[in-house]
């Protein structure tokens, strides 16, 4: 159907113990990208990542500053040390890992340089550090943060939720406590012929959009 990769996100999908044999089988059909925020590997679940360390999985880890203290008023008390700490114990194993780095400042801006010498220094490679603008949608757009973006502005991920199925991984936000729906293609999941249709159908008839200058992609 011209499908190109998979992602898995959450909520923190490793609170499923069964999951990395789950990714393994389905990176034997496409490669498998899983967003994580990286705290849970320590102990059993840091051993129980080894399958992870498979050519076409990569795990995405948030990381937004160099200083603990302004990355954790985002992501939660203790996420800055905690990533740290895991991502060197995930590539020593042979995981590919990538971090992705939130501003709501410019791509180049000079002040990201420390953060990008901190993930080099975790042996992250440069192409895996992904710089990205918030998107005005969810709780960005409550509080007037970050850059406008059409549907057609953002990648065409179909994107599977209890909610239905989006046009986007940016889609199934809420704003003032109710969900986003203009990005909704279908309530019907399952098959999953029916939401991958549903898209395809709406790519044939959108318009480009702005996405690559946008530094959404």
Request: net charge negative.
């Amino acid at each position: 159907m011209g499908f190109t990769g998979l992602g898995v996100i959450g909520g923190e999908p490793f609170l499923l113990p069964w999951l990395p044999e789950t990714i393994v089988a389905m990176a034997d059909h496409l490669p498998v990208i899983v967003l994580t925020n990286g705290t849970l590997f320590s102990g059993v679940r840091i051993e129980r990542a080894a399958p992870l360390a498979h050519p076409d999985i990569a795990l995405q880890i948030s990381l937004d500053s160099h200083l603990a203290d302004v990355n954790d008023m985002a992501r939660g008390p203790e996420n800055f040390a905690k990533v740290v700490e895991a991502v060197p114990r995930l590539i020593e194993r042979g995981v590919r890992v990538r971090i992705a780095t939130t501003t709501a400042g410019a791509l180049d801006d000079p002040s990201l340089d420390p953060l990008r010498s901190l993930v080099e220094s975790l042996g992250v490679a440069a192409h895996d550090h992904l710089v990205r603008p918030i998107v005005r949608r969810g709780r960005a757009d409550e509080r007037g943060l970050g850059i406008a973006a059409r549907a057609r502005d953002i990648p065409s991920e179909l994107t599977i939720t209890a909610d239905g199925a989006f046009w986007g991984s940016f889609g199934p936000t809420v704003r003032a406590g109710r969900l986003d729906t203009d990005l909704l293609l279908t309530r019907t999941v399952l098959p999953l012929s029916v939401p991958a249709d549903a898209l395809l159908g709406a790519l044939g008839v959108m318009p480009d959009g702005h996405d690559a200058n946008l530094g959404i992609r």
